[in-house]
């Protein structure tokens, strides 16, 4: 089956629209281990059969093989049972795993965040947790039916995050009903994030990690800046064509 990747019509709704406007990447790579640093992922993408799926995923964990791995998240989300299936596999990593949200973990990307021993957040960063959502088609049967699984799934995700920040699962829920959004700042005040990523304070010396980027991504800073406006004329087109 061949992806659905009209870049356009993949930004459309508001979660989209701030990936978008983060002017980061849409990829999904990885960087081996050297010099003794971890290896790093770069999960920039939607999850799921627009963007990253759980195999795609899967086959760069096992790329970079055990020990400890950087994933840095800039994602909208998207498939809920694909961002389980990441998730898990992340717990199951033989290797710390130390997650960076560097734009939007969102969604899906939310929660596969979590998966991270320790999860840090740029100070311009995102998070946004929310109920699942979906499309059926059929009679009040159908209608009844679904609205019954999506609870289910609504609270597996209320418990992950409850788990994480210490919350009761009917607080989450209630976030989650509300659809929130998080700085950097509320994120780690909620329990989502454990440190935001120019907050030496929090970080001891033997747990810090090398963020600053090398030569290879500052010499991409401006080819990213005109793919976001780019991203931008193109949602913009979309929209008006509605």
Do not use: C
């Amino acid at each position: 089956m061949k992806r659905y990747n009209a870049q356009a019509g993949r930004f459309s709704n508001r979660a989209l629209l701030a990936f978008t406007q983060a002017g980061l990447p849409q990829t999904l790579t990885s960087r081996p281990r050297a010099d003794g640093q971890p290896a790093e992922i770069l999960l920039y993408d939607e999850i799921g059969f627009w963007g990253v799926t759980a195999k795609d995923f899967a086959n760069q964990l096992a790329q970079v093989g055990p020990g400890p791995i950087n994933l840095r998240i800039n994602s909208p989300g998207g498939d809920v049972f694909d961002g389980l299936a990441i998730y898990a596999s992340l717990k199951q990593h033989d290797g710390a795993v130390n997650v960076i949200i560097d734009g939007l973990a969102a969604s899906a990307a939310s929660y596969i965040a979590l998966a991270g021993d320790t999860v840090m957040i740029a100070p311009n960063a995102f998070m946004m947790i929310h109920n699942a959502w979906g499309l059926v088609v059929g009679n009040k049967a159908d209608m009844t039916a679904t609205a019954g699984v999506m609870a289910k799934i609504d609270g597996q995700m209320a418990a992950l995050y409850s788990g994480k920040t210490g919350q009761s699962v009917e607080e989450i829920s209630a976030l989650m009903d509300a659809e929130t959004w998080f700085t950097a700042e509320e994120a780690k005040d909620a329990g989502l994030a454990d440190v935001i990523v120019n907050d030496d304070r929090t970080i001891s010396p033997s747990a810090k990690i090398d963020l600053t980027p090398d030569k290879d991504v500052l010499a991409l800073a401006a080819e990213m800046a005109i793919a976001s406006r780019q991203r931008m004329a193109r949602l913009a087109e979309a929209e008006n064509a509605l």
